[in-house]
């Protein structure tokens, strides 16, 4: 593990909030919404409206900045600011099955802005970590998605939408076809 538990989920969950944007809109409705809410085994508050919908969508090309930011200063820059918007009080929490974690804002919060601060925490451990050079985009040309690297060795260098295997294949295929050599 290279930080702690719930900051690589919640970086891991950051990185696939922004890429439900890939190759279309895939958080269209309250349901998309309710199940990536589950898959990411987020907890309190739902208001289950459109404007929670809207207000999860407008974060995600904010988010977005932080990977697309041309370094360390204007990264600060960006999540300095979304702490502040978002009122980041940290709070050590235990509940459902989870020990003891940071929340930094209330349960009671809206969904977008505990996603907003939940992301942002996590980017304060990585930037006094220095391991912001784990941010990635995805290394596939027709792929805009973002990416973590959380391996040891920092090898991770495709989206989760199965861009790796499809390098491999075609370079598989490359290969085979003699076009390149292995
Ligand atoms: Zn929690
Ligand atoms: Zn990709």
């Known amino acids: 593990m290279i930080f702690a538990h719930d900051t690589e989920i919640s970086l891991a969950g950051a990185a696939a909030l922004v890429n439900t944007t ?9 349901a998309a919404l309710d199940a990536f809410y589950r898959t990411w085994q987020w907890t309190g508050r739902r208001a289950g409206t459109e404007a929670e919908l809207r207000a999860v969508q407008r974060l995600r090309p904010r988010l977005r900045q932080v990977w697309e930011a041309a370094g360390e200063e204007q990264i ?4 300095n600011e979304l702490l502040r918007e978002g009122r980041a009080l940290p709070q050590l ?3 459902d099955q989870f020990s003891w974690h940071l929340h930094a804002a ?20 990585m930037i006094r970590e220095d391991e912001l050079s784990r941010l ?7 792929c805009d998605n973002v990416l973590v690297d959380l391996s040891k060795n920092r090898s991770k260098r495709f989206c989760e939408a199965g861009c790796g295997n499809r390098a491999a294949v075609n370079a598989y295929r490359a290969r085979k076809a003699g076009r390149v050599r292995p």
Request: charged fraction near 30%.
């Open 106 to 125: 209330p349960s009671e919060a809206p969904l977008a802005t505990r996603m907003m601060v939940e992301a942002a925490m996590a980017f304060v451990d």
């Open 76 to 79: 600060v820059v960006l999540v």
């Open 93 to 95: 929490v235990r509940h």
């Open 22 to 30: 890939d190759g279309g809109e895939q958080l269209p409705d309250l």
């Open 136 to 142: 990635r985009r995805c290394a596939a040309d027709d």
